[in-house]
């Protein structure tokens, strides 16, 4: 009986630590990973490279000029230097071309597959590291 006591709570929390671990990191849940698109010539506001995920506030104008803020997810940063973006490599006023999963439901999120940074670069996150050229930022 006693076993048994201890059975059931050690469940219950293992039950629910796996549960806020999988929202954590299904990008399904926050993101339309069957959809890619581009965002062309936005303006960076801020970047963050930290951990658990680097974060970039951008803006850019839809079709009647109107300014929309719109938030992007990165990798953590240690991920970023390994693909070779470091926290200074982005500053506000910066011009950036993003590929990316869209927010589900018409959120203004974008988790960034492929960057066109300002020093022409082109940074590959969360895809195949293919050849970091500019056609990785084509619409698929």
Do not use: C
């Not at 709570?9 to 069957?34: Q, R, T």
């Not at 993003?98 to 940074?123: F, Q, W, Y």
Request: hydrophobic residues 40%.
């Amino acid at each position: 009986m006693k076993k048994l006591g201890m059975l059931i709570p050690s469940m219950v929390l293992a039950s629910i630590a796996g549960i806020s671990v999988s929202a954590h990191h299904n990008p399904g849940y926050y993101f339309d990973m069957g959809v890619a698109i581009v965002h062309s010539d936005v303006t960076a506001v801020s970047f963050t490279a930290a951990n658990p995920h680097g974060r970039l506030i951008y803006t850019m104008a839809d079709e009647q000029g109107n300014e929309t803020e719109w938030i992007a997810e990165l990798p953590a940063n240690n991920m970023m230097r390994r693909f070779g973006v470091t926290g200074d490599m982005i500053s506000p006023g910066d011009r950036l071309t993003l590929k990316g999963n869209p927010g589900r439901n018409g959120a203004t999120m974008l988790r960034v597959t492929h960057a066109l940074l300002p020093s022409g670069e082109v940074a590959t996150f969360y895809a195949p590291q293919g050849s970091g050229s500019l056609q990785d930022l084509q619409a698929n």
